[in-house]
Each structure stands twice: as C-alpha cells, then as structure tokens.
C-alpha cells in the first residue's frame, strides 16, 4: 500500500502504522483512491532527497517535465526528482517576429538568472550514477506576438525560414541546450520552417519536440487541420506533444439538464455551466488512437476519419513512439452555487472528513462519502457556475486541507479527487451582519485534482496504448507527491 517511500513520505507511513495500531487496517495513504486528509499534509512536509527518488517505476516512458519561471517550486523537484526524467523544458523563451530586415527573428528571453545557469548546468551533466538530463527549453510563439502579416512573411521565402531557424539555433548553441520544445498554435501551417529548423537541430546534434492541441469531439473541422500538420512533421520531429489537459478548462462543463427537471426550469436555458474534470481517461485514450491511427479511424468527428488526403501511411509511420501525451499537474477549483429544480438558490453546508481519529479508516472514509453522496440526490439540488473557475494548484490543496476538515472524494471518469470548501471570494464583497457588522462573503467551491493514483491511471492509459512517453505540466504545480509515482 505505501510503496517506494522515502523520507519525504515517512510522516504518512507514522500516521498510517498508528492507524493500524489503534485497529484501523485500511489505511488512506498517499497512493490510494481515497488519500485521506491527514497523509495528505503529512506527505506534503518535505525531507532530504534519497536515492528512491530517483527510481523509475515506468522505465520504458519517455518522461517531458516542464518547468516554469512562475512556479518556480520546479526547479528544485527537477533536481531532487532527475533520475526520474528524460528531458527538462525550461519555459524561457518566445520568438518575436518584429525585427528588421536585417534581424527580422529574435528569441527573446533565457534563464532568469545566475542561478537558474547553474541549475540547469547541472542537471545536463551526470551526477553519480544518475545521467545527464536533456535541457529543451520552450520556445513559443505568442498569439498576442505573431500577426497573420508575420505568419504570412515567414512563409513567404526559404530565406525567411532559415532567419527563423538560425534566430533559435543560434541561442541553442550559445546556451549549449540539447534542443527545443517548439509551441504555437500555428505548427499545424508552418511545416516549411520547421522542416528548415529541424534540419539545423539536427545538423547539431540536438533535437526538436511539436507542441500540438488535443483533438476534441466538437471541432471535426479542427482536428482535421490538427492532423494535416502532425501529417507533415512527424517524420521531421523527434516527438509530438499533444496537450491532452483543460479538457473543460475554467469555463466548466455544459449543464445537462436531468429528463426529471421540469420543461420550464432555468436551469434548461443555454449558458448554464457546472464543475468537471480537468482530463477524462477516455479522451486520453481517444487522442492516443487519433493521432497514432487516422486513417483506420471512423469519420465519427471526433478523432479520426480522416482521408489519405490528410495523412498518408508513410507519414504515419512511427508516430505512437514518438507521442508525449500531456498530463497535468494541477486542477481546477470552481464556484458552486446549489440549486433547486426552479433555479433558486439553495444553502449547502459541505461535507466533512471523519474525525482526526478515524481518518484513516477506510470504513469511516466510505461511510462520510456515502453520506455525502446520499444527501445531495436526496435535496434534489444541482451544482451551477456563478462564476468562472481557477487553476487550483498542489500548494492550495494543502492550504484547503490545512484550513478545512474537507471530505476527499473521487471523479470516476478521469481518477481525479475533488473536495468541497468555503473561501472568501476574491472580488473581496461584503456582506452586513444583523448587528451591523461586515463580513466577507464566500463561495461554496468545487476542487478537483489529481493524486498519485491520478498519475497512475494517466500512465496506465499511456503505456497501454503504447505511446512512447508523457509530458508533465508543469511539475511546480504538482508537488513531490506526484513525481513519486514515475
């Protein structure tokens, strides 16, 4: 049950030994369905780095980590977790379109500082008996940067492609990177520069990675330009990232009205949105099959039906083993506002983990579950937006279980938790007490999340249907307890 430990998660073995001593067995641990709240935050509580840490319990994944200048808590899990990663992508770098003639391309950007220089320094050398780790910094593209006039240029001239692939080899070089993360949401067009980018990568010794979006089941028009470029660079590239994460992003999910709810209710208007998953397991599997087999597909609009038109067989040749499918690391946190069948509002209280004693009693957990459960289909009420949602990360998680005796549940469809709590809302509104007093007024809200055994079920997904490895973002967000599982 709690397996590959180190010092890290020693806390949460002391809580579950005392649970088993005081006639608990089935403790929560870490690495359960259920993680219960008190291992939680005592896995949180970080020790010295052990050689576990570096163990690989999927050895034959190729494993992507992005790290961030915004979460910065990546740096150190980069080290502390290195024998467990193949390629680091520091996020970096955009390229800006707006030079002159003589310098039209530029990468903008580089490490922050002397000391990101040095860290990436070391992890691109050996360390003991752990390898180096391939440095691939990004390189984006940023909407708000690239016009269609720039786009257009770029592909105006060969010329123009090799100013764009020298601008970013060039820093490579300088830098001594192992090669590029390349990201734009117009990759699917450019396959020309890339071709040309590619090919210096190469001439170097050094590698390139396509960021591509998801396919998605409502856009068949857009997964066919999706495929249109990965038909073009598979065989350029050295791997594909698909970003199979915010299936629903912070916009939530369309509410689907009950055939019980009454014909008049509001609630059976457009624009109703309700809570969900970050990334189900099934559109995992769904973009897997997509992208590695397009042309056996069904035209069914959501990934495949595509013609040889758009992706002959011998493009398709290799691309299963060259996929990084993408896995989060973070969650979403939603506002809920309870509703009846008329759409009035109703007051909820949310449900609550067990007694500190009974923490760890898998009876007990089930039981508060079941409770919970049984409530809300018994009220009859349903979970609506107010609001849009937030990306809930593994540092809020703690700050809510620290602060909130919150019950830790379960989303079946993508093996995420969730939890119910109350927090101030961010707009900073008041409320007036009956005695004239303010105070804050709060959202009921929705967090779900992704646990080890989140991360387990991802790769379980990723390794049965033989994609060659994953990309992590990004692992600030996710804490230690994530990486264990790798």
């Known amino acids: 049950m709690l397996r590959h430990l180190n010092t890290t998660t020693m806390l949460a073995a002391v809580i579950a030994l005392l649970a088993v001593t005081a006639g608990f067995v089935n403790s929560q641990s870490v690495y359960s369905l259920h993680p219960s709240r008190s291992t939680i935050l005592a896995a949180s509580r970080r020790g010295p780095v052990e050689a576990s840490n570096h163990t690989r319990n999927h050895p034959d994944l190729n494993v992507l980590a992005y790290v961030t200048p915004w979460h910065t808590d990546g740096y150190r899990l980069a080290e502390d977790y290195r024998g467990k990663l193949d390629t680091i992508s520091p996020v970096w770098y955009t390229v800006d379109a707006g030079g002159d003639d003589y310098q039209r391309y530029r990468a903008l950007g580089g490490p922050p500082s002397k000391d990101e220089v040095d860290w990436y320094k070391r992890l691109s050398q050996p360390a003991g008996n752990l390898s180096a780790v391939k440095i691939m910094p990004r390189f984006h593209l940023a909407p708000n940067d690239w016009s269609s006039d720039n786009f257009r240029h770029l592909l105006s001239h060969t010329i123009e492609g090799m100013g764009f692939a020298e601008a970013i080899v060039a820093e490579v070089m300088v830098r001594g990177y192992d090669g590029v993360v390349l990201e734009t949401g117009a990759a699917w067009a450019l396959k020309e520069p890339i071709r040309l980018l590619a090919e210096r990568l190469h001439e170097e010794k050094k590698q390139l990675v396509v960021v591509f979006p998801p396919l998605r089941g409502d856009t068949p ?83 495949g039906g595509f013609s040889p038109t758009y992706m002959d067989s011998s493009s398709s040749s290799g691309i299963l083993s060259k996929l990084l499918v993408g896995v989060a690391c973070y969650g979403y946190s939603y506002p809920i506002g309870w509703v009846d069948s008329e759409g009035k509002a109703q007051l909820v209280t949310p449900p609550t983990s067990p007694i500190a004693s009974k923490d760890n009693n898998t009876e007990a957990q089930a039981a508060s579950r079941a409770k919970a459960a049984e409530k809300e289909e018994r009220r009859a009420l349903y979970p609506v937006m107010p609001a849009v949602g937030s990306p809930f990360l593994h540092s809020e998680l703690i700050d809510v279980l620290t602060n909130n005796k919150a019950l830790i549940r379960r989303h079946d469809g993508s093996g995420e938790n969730f939890i119910d709590y109350v927090k101030a809302r961010e707009d900073g509104k008041t409320q007036v007490r009956p005695d004239g007093t303010e105070a804050p007024l709060a959202w009921y809200r929705r967090a779900i999340w992704p646990s080890p055994a989140t991360i387990e079920a991802r790769l379980d997904v990723v390794e049965r249907n033989g994609a060659g490895g994953i990309a992590l973002w990004d692992i600030g967000q996710g804490g230690d307890w994530l990486l264990h599982v790798l």
């Open 221 to 303: 028009e857009a997964n066919e330009i999706i495929m249109q470029g990965v038909s073009g660079l598979v065989s350029i590239a050295d791997a594909i990232h698909v970003m199979t994460y915010d299936y629903l992003g912070q916009n939530g999910a369309a509410f689907e009205p009950p055939a019980s709810l009454k014909q008049e209710s509001i609630l059976r208007k457009d624009g109703v949105r309700t809570w969900g998953p970050n990334t189900p397991l099934d559109w995992i599997e769904r973009n897997i099959e997509g992208f590695n087999a397009p042309l056996e597909m069904p035209h069914d609009g959501f990934a």
